[in-house]
C-alpha cells in the first residue's frame, strides 16, 4: 500500500510553545489530506480536512487559531500546535487521500507531550 | 448523519481459532468501507478496502464482506495467530462525503 510519513513520532515541549508536526504522502500526490486525534483507548476524531492550495476545513470545536494547518503542496501538509498546553498532548495522526479509490492511507502518527 | 458501530469491544480467543469481526452502519449510501488494524502507540495499517459495489474482499487469511442492505460488514480471520492481537477499526465513507466515520474498534487478543 502507498506509503505517508509523519515527523516527529514523537515531541515533548514545553508549555506555551508552538510545535509543528509534518505529514508526508511519499507514493502519491494528495491534494486531500487529514488530520486526526487520538486519546487513550478511544477510536480517531477528526480535527479538519487540509486541501492543497486552500484553507483548512475544520471540525465544530476543533480551534482554527490554535490547530494551524497549511497544505502548500500535494505530497506536504503540516499542522501546528500553537501556545500549547498539557491538555493538548495526545496522539496525533494524519492520512492521505488516494482519488482514484478515496482510500484513505494514514500515517504512523506523532505522540505529542506537553509539560 | 452516518453512524458506524463495531461489536464486541474486545474479544480473546485461543491461537489458531477463526473469527468473526463484526461492523453496522446505520446509510446505507456508502461509497467503501476500509477496515484498519492498529497496534498500540502506532498508526493505522488499512487491511482491506471495499467499495460499494463489491461484496467482499480477500488478503490472505483475512476475508471482508459487505451488505449494503442491511448495513453490515464482518471481517473474518482464519487460524488466528498472536501477532494478529490488535484494535481493528472498521470506517465508512458515505456517498457525496469527504470524511471517513470511524467504529469504537474492536480490541483482540490471541492467547498461544
Known amino acids: 500500500g502507498a506509503v505517508v510519513s509523519q515527523h516527529p513520532s514523537w515531541v515533548i515541549c514545553k508549555s506555551g510553545t508552538s510545535v509543528k508536526i509534518e505529514c508526508r504522502s511519499l507514493?502519491?500526490?494528495?491534494?486531500?489530506m487529514f488530520w486526526y486525534r487520538q486519546f487513550p483507548k478511544q477510536s480517531l476524531m477528526l480535527m479538519a480536512t487540509s486541501n492543497e492550495g486552500s484553507k483548512a476545513t475544520y471540525e465544530q470545536g476543533v480551534e482554527k487559531d490554535k490547530f494551524l494547518i497549511n497544505h502548500a503542496s500535494l505530497t506536504l501538509s503540516t499542522l501546528t500546535v500553537t501556545s500549547a498546553h498539557p491538555e493538548d498532548s495526545s496522539f496525533y495522526i494524519c492520512?492521505?487521500?488516494?482519488?482514484?479509490?478515496?482510500?484513505?492511507?494514514f500515517g504512523p502518527g506523532t505522540r505529542l507531550t506537553v509539560t | 448523519k452516518q453512524e458506524v458501530t463495531q461489536i464486541p469491544a474486545a474479544l480473546s480467543v485461543p491461537e489458531g481459532e477463526n473469527l468473526v469481526l463484526n461492523c453496522s452502519f446505520t446509510?446505507?449510501?456508502?461509497?467503501?468501507l476500509q477496515w484498519f488494524r492498529q497496534d498500540p502507540g502506532k498508526g493505522l495499517t488499512s487491511l482491506l478496502l471495499i467499495q460499494s459495489s463489491q461484496r467482499e474482499q480477500t488478503s490472505g487469511r483475512l476475508n471482508a464482506s459487505l451488505d449494503k442492505s442491511s448495513g453490515r460488514s464482518t471481517l473474518y480471520i482464519a487460524a488466528s495467530q498472536p501477532g494478529d492481537s490488535a484494535t481493528y477499526l472498521c470506517a465508512v465513507l458515505s456517498q457525496g462525503a469527504q470524511k471517513l466515520v470511524f467504529g469504537q474498534g474492536t480490541r483482540l487478543t490471541i492467547n498461544p
Open positions: 446509510d446505507s449510501a456508502i461509497y467503501n
Open positions: 492520512s492521505a487521500l488516494w482519488q482514484g479509490t478515496r482510500e484513505q492511507y
Open positions: 507514493d502519491f500526490q494528495a491534494t486531500t
